[in-house]
């Protein structure tokens, strides 16, 4: 008898230590359910982040290409036809006070054509981007600054990613020429193991830590979002010799 109660007694112990392993199982299979679920939704979430930026730098790319065209098109026709009159009116009439006008008109119709260039590059759809990037270093260069090419041995880029890595190395540029007070700028692009490397520096104050730790500065942010759009990883430094650099890697197999 004493033993048959001993037998029930460990049957009952085993059954509610099973009992126990099951809830355990199931709560730790519902929970590792439950944090599948979250990633697959997080993944969602990141794609479509993703397909919103690239959505809206493509809107803004057609946005500025339109600006570009009417600038260049409309303004920059009217301009030119009230200059071309105003040239007919000052040598027909002798009128010698219209010489600023004519000055002012020049300089209006230099600054129209360089940023509808700038809105819609041209050079870059016609000739790439070497040539794209010498003509604006070419710009940008002057007594106080020069900016030059080291090394180039471009991948092949689709035309909207090729758009992309000209937009940012612009925002480089214009980061150097507003924020950097620097004397020279240099980029070099080497392709290695089936990826495109941008290296570019230049020799100005460098960035500030703040900005490289949490890359808010809106210059960088505009980098690192463009970056982002063409699968591209990019790092933000301040060499030990001066001056701030930035590394750009992109999968070179993506058109």
């Keep these: 008898m004493e033993s048959k109660v001993i037998l029930l007694v460990i049957i009952g112990t085993i059954g509610v230590m099973l009992m126990a392993f099951s809830v355990v199982f199931f709560v730790l299979l519902y929970r590792r359910k439950v944090l599948e679920n979250q990633l697959d939704m997080q993944e969602v979430k990141t794609k479509h982040q993703q397909e919103m930026l690239n959505a809206t730098l493509k809107s803004q790319e057609s946005e500025r290409n339109r600006l570009g065209t009417e600038l260049h098109d409309s303004v920059g026709a009217m301009l030119s036809s009230i200059k071309l009159n105003l040239q007919v009116t000052k040598k027909r009439e002798g009128v010698v006070s219209l010489e600023p006008i004519l000055g002012h008109l020049d300089e209006t119709i230099s600054q129209v054509r360089t940023i509808s260039h700038q809105m819609m590059p041209i050079i870059l759809k016609k000739y790439g981007l070497k ?28 035309e909207e990613n090729t758009l992309m890595l000209f937009r940012i190395i612009q925002e480089l540029v214009n980061n150097s020429l507003k924020h950097a007070q620097a004397n020279n700028i240099t980029l070099g692009i080497t392709t290695q193991e089936g990826k495109m490397h941008l290296c570019y520096q230049d020799d100005g104050i460098g960035f500030p830590e703040g900005v490289i730790k949490n890359s808010d500065g809106m210059g960088l942010l505009n980098i690192k979002n463009r970056a982002q759009a063409i699968h591209a990883s990019v790092d933000f430094s301040n060499p030990e010799t001066g001056g701030a650099k930035v590394d750009l890697v992109i999968d070179a197999s993506i058109d």
């Design 131 to 158: 040539h794209a990037v010498e003509d604006l270093f070419e710009k940008v260069s002057s007594d106080e600054i020069t900016a030059s090419i080291s090394e180039w041995e471009e991948s092949k880029l689709d």
